[in-house]
C-alpha cells in the first residue's frame, strides 16, 4: 500500500512540474525575447547594474532644514474594570457526561479619549542637496540638483566650486 501511494505522488509530482516548465519561463527566470520562455543564456551576473552614481562639477550646496509646527491630537488612556464571563466545563466518567459552570472574574480594558495633547509635526523634513554641472560628462547639462546624504552634503562643503565630485545620488532636486 505504501509504495502505491509513493508512485501517486511521483506522478503527480512530475505532472506538476511538466506543468510549470511548459508555461514557466526559462532557465535565467525570465521569458526570451519571443515569449516562448526559452532562456537567452544570461544570468543575472550578467546583467547591467543600475547605479545612481553621478559624477559632474560642484556648483552649489544647500541645507534645507526641518519645519515643525505645533499640532494637537487627542490623549489616549487605558481604563480597566472588572468582568466575569461564564466558563463551561465537561468530564465524561465511563457512559456519563457531567457539565457545569464556573465564573471567572478578569479585567476588561480598552483606551478612551481623556484630553489632548500637543506635539510637533514635521511639515518639511530635513535635506542636503548639491548642485552639479556637466553631469555625467556631458557639457550641457548644468545647474541640476541632487538631493544627497549627510556625509555628501559635508563633502561637498570642503570642496571648491568646479571640483570634480562623484557620489550616490538619494533623490533628483532639491
Known sequence: MLTKQRLIQAGLTALLVAGLSACGAGADGHRG???????T???????RPHSDDV?????GVRHVTKKTVKATRPH?????A???KRVKHTK?????????????????????????????RIVRPER?????????GRAGKD????????????????KDDHARMRFTLTRTGC
Do not use: F, I, M
Request: one cysteine or more; charged letters at 30%; aromatic letters at 10%.
Open 33 to 39: 525575447s519571443d515569449g516562448s520562455g526559452h532562456g
Open 41 to 47: 543564456g544570461k544570468s543575472a551576473q550578467d546583467a
Open 55 to 59: 559624477t559632474g562639477l560642484r556648483a
Open 76 to 80: 489616549k488612556v487605558k481604563k480597566c
Open 82 to 84: 472588572p468582568a466575569t
Open 92 to 120: 465524561r466518567s465511563g457512559g456519563k457526561k457531567k457539565t457545569w459552570y464556573t465564573t471567572e472574574r478578569y479585567e476588561k480594558c480598552r483606551k478612551v479619549r481623556q484630553g489632548t495633547e500637543t506635539y510637533r
Open 128 to 136: 542636503w542637496c548639491v548642485q552639479l554641472d556637466d553631469v555625467n
Open 143 to 158: 545647474d541640476v540638483w541632487y538631493r544627497v546624504t549627510h556625509a555628501t552634503y559635508t563633502t561637498a562643503l570642503g
